[in-house]
């Protein structure tokens, strides 16, 4: 039993002297990972901001034309046709590397310029960058006696073109870009042939 007390004792100063240089090792290693990452904050990609838009030009871009020609030349009542059709497009944004200033920027810092050039779009037209829209429309279509008419549905999507000034790195430059949103039809059409 005598011989037990010696261990007894090595084990609670042991944990005496572990508590006490213990939370020392601990604060240590805390300041070594708060310094790293400090340090890796400080090397993060440099910032990127927009700092002014300008429009130059907006205006549809024609997706798809589908032709409907409704021959009635030799009836006698009016012919009727109903039509169903589905068109999808996506939200697309082409940002302009052709000039001098433009393909100077690194592909990484590209990346970070397009991502903060789509948040911007995101407020300012309400549009979500790479979403595809999708729209159906049920057409009654109609062309009297001895006529002969040629429908088209009409696809667009909105279309605008400008420049972003951005600062990159501390460098200002201007960045052309085209952005392609929405969907929408109309409806034309053009008389042909009447009966002789």
């Known amino acids: 039993m005598l011989q037990l007390i010696p261990y007894g004792l090595a084990i609670v100063v042991g944990g005496i002297l572990g508590k006490k240089i213990y939370p020392a090792r601990v604060a240590d ?8 990452g400090s340090s890796a904050a400080s090397t993060a990609a ?48 082409t940002m302009g590397r052709h000039d001098q200033s433009t393909t ?37 279509l109609s062309t009297e006696p001895g006529q002969m008419v040629r429908y088209k549905v009409i696809w667009k999507q909105d279309s605008r073109r400008g420049l972003f000034e951005v600062k990159l790195a501390g460098k200002r430059q201007t960045i052309p870009y085209t952005v392609a949103f929405g969907l929408s039809h109309t409806i034309e059409s053009v008389e042909g042939e009447r009966k002789v």
């Open 46 to 93: 440099p910032s990127v901001q927009i700092l002014r838009e300008t429009v130059v030009q907006e205006s549809p871009i024609i997706l798809a034309v589908e032709e409907i020609p409704l021959d009635n030349r030799f009836g006698n009542k009016v012919l009727v046709s109903e039509h169903e059709f589905v068109r999808s497009a996506t939200i697309e944004l």
């Open 29 to 36: 290693r805390k300041e070594r990972q708060s310094s790293s």
């Open 104 to 140: 100077e920027v690194q592909a990484h810092l590209w990346r970070v310029l397009q991502h903060v050039a789509q948040e911007e779009l995101r407020k300012s037209l309400n549009i979500e960058v790479g979403a595809q829209i999708s729209r159906r429309v049920r057409i009654t």
